[in-house]
């Protein structure tokens, strides 16, 4: 079977040279006489593997010394959480932005903890925007605002920071992270799950300022979700994804091989103008979002009907692509094209579109 070009939001795409050199390495990992997923996470190749990949992420996303890099489980809901439990005191005023679903999410998370409150909502216009923020929305006492830097079912992104004043900003960058620039030391703390744009599922990555790790944490707090533990423990307090680090590892490298963050955002750019560009001349498909908060990792799209819609997922499907439904609380298709995705995954997917609306339809 041959591969197919994989649209989906999530595990997705990854470049095939790095599942050669994991198949390489998968029976015999150079130098340690067993597989990294049999290895002990206190040996001294993997010490080598955790301590590589933590500085080359650091290399990609200029992250300052005084950040920690925290690589951790239970994806990114857990850390939906984790930031209230760390950061805030019970009880206290948390803001957030609510962008979309996983927004929703992690404020849910937040009532338990906190007062959590929505300072703006783009929920009545079905999350096709991102509200505008200025400092004077916030509470000066909230221990953060929260946003969700890229709206990976809607298609929407923060295309410029909010102002936040005193107040720390947090942010879900899990399906643009390594994919654009993102200015690390605007943000107090920056988590992703890997499964997007870094690698496999199974790991999640927090980067927070250290002055964070010194705040007094409520003694209910879980230890597995304590930051300043697992940063004194070099992100190995417990059994770390020995595997997923590996392999996030293999990408960072990639990343860097290609030209770094810089050279990916311009990629992605070239790619996601291409859709969004055919989509703006087409008279059939349509993007619902805002043309200034679009994204450029996933591109929502429309078509009249329910049944061209299904025809047309038919239609790409026999051409070799996949998963370009869109969420199934939204419905339509849409297109995630992260780093792992090929520029001519998105030329193949816009000729089928192009085809599909002259009526060609196979
Ligand atoms: C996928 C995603 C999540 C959920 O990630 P899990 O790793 O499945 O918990 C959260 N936020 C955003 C923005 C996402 O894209």
Not at 48 to 55: F, R, T
Not at 118 to 147: G, N, R
Not at 292 to 319: C, H, W, Y
């Amino acid at each position: 079977m041959e591969r197919v070009y994989n649209f989906s939001a999530g595990p997705s795409m990854m470049p095939v040279e790095i599942l050669q050199q994991a198949q390489q390495d998968l029976v015999c990992y150079p130098g340690a006489g067993c597989s990294v997923m049999e290895m002990s996470h206190r040996s001294a190749p993997f010490e080598a593997i955790i301590a590589e990949a933590e500085a080359s992420l650091r290399r990609l996303m200029r992250i300052p010394d005084d950040y920690a890099v925290l690589f951790l489980q239970g994806g990114a809901s857990m850390q939906f959480s984790a930031v209230p439990m760390n950061l805030a005191r019970q009880g206290q005023t948390l803001d957030y932005a609510v962008t979309g679903q996983f927004a929703g999410k992690a404020l849910t998370e937040g009532e338990r903890w906190g007062k959590a409150v929505a300072v703006t909502s783009s929920k009545a216009d079905t999350f096709s925007h991102i509200p505008k923020i200025t400092a004077d929305m916030l509470d000066p006492d909230a221990a953060y605002l929260h946003i969700t830097g890229n709206n990976t079912i809607f298609g929407t992104s923060y295309n410029t920071l909010p102002e936040t004043g005193a107040i720390p900003l947090v942010a879900d960058w899990s399906s643009a992270i390594l994919g654009r620039e993102i200015d690390v030391a605007a943000h107090a703390l920056i988590y992703a799950g890997a499964q997007k744009n870094m690698g496999p599922a199974g790991l999640t990555v927090v980067i927070l300022r250290r002055e964070l790790l010194e705040r007094e944490v409520d003694p209910v707090v879980p230890a597995m979700l304590r930051y300043k533990l697992m940063a004194d423990n070099g992100s190995m307090y417990n059994t770390p994804p020995c595997f997923s680090i590996y392999m996030a590892g293999l990408m960072f490298q990639w990343v860097e091989k290609m030209g770094g963050v810089a050279a990916m955002e311009k990629r992605n750019r070239e790619k996601a103008a291409l859709l969004y560009d055919f989509i703006g001349r087409s008279a059939m498909f349509h993007n619902p979002v805002a043309v200034e908060d679009r994204s450029i990792m996933n591109v929502t799209f429309t078509l009249p009907t329910p049944e061209d819609t299904k025809a047309f997922l038919q239609m790409a499907e026999g051409r070799g692509m996949i998963n370009l439904k869109g969420h199934r609380s939204v419905g339509g298709c849409r297109a995630s094209i992260y780093n792992g995705m090929p520029t001519e995954g998105v030329e193949a997917l816009v000729a089928c579109m192009k085809d599909y609306e002259m009526g060609l339809r196979k």
